[in-house]
């Protein structure tokens, strides 16, 4: 069983920065890949970014992400982050992080929502234009 905790939301203006953190409970954490989500109100809860825990792996991002949010994940302090710069207004969002036990999405992480186990209660982004 794993419980993650979000924070580091908050409201930033157009082009700031904001870095989320994700806390995991459970002793296993550093054998779960793990995934950053979006859902903005009136949406589907859409992919952001992912890393693995294997090693050799990388983290990948959506297209919406790459060149602007980098993950990170300690698993020494059993913990994921989202670093987002360059934020705009349509990443305003309610953002969640996932865990996923899934031994073939260990190395490269997952974009499919099914494929994770645990998620998050989220943390509100708002982006000010």
């Known amino acids: 069983q794993v419980q993650l905790v979000e924070s580091g939301g908050g409201l930033v203006q157009a082009g700031g920065s904001l870095r989320l953190s994700c806390a995991a409970s459970?002793?296993?954490?550093?054998?779960?890949?793990m995934g950053w989500f979006r859902q903005a109100p009136g949406q589907e809860r859409e992919f952001v970014g992912t890393i693995g825990w294997l090693p050799g792996g990388n983290a990948g991002y959506a297209d919406s992400a790459k060149g602007r949010f980098t993950i990170s994940r300690d698993d020494a302090k059993n913990a994921v982050y989202l670093q987002m710069n360059s934020l705009k207004p349509e990443d305003t969002a309610v953002y969640y992080c996932a865990a996923s036990s899934l031994l073939r999405v260990g190395r490269l992480g997952t974009e499919r929502r099914y494929e994770y186990d645990y998620w998050g209660q989220g943390t509100q982004v708002t982006v000010s234009s």
């Open positions: 459970g002793r296993t954490f550093s054998v779960y890949a």
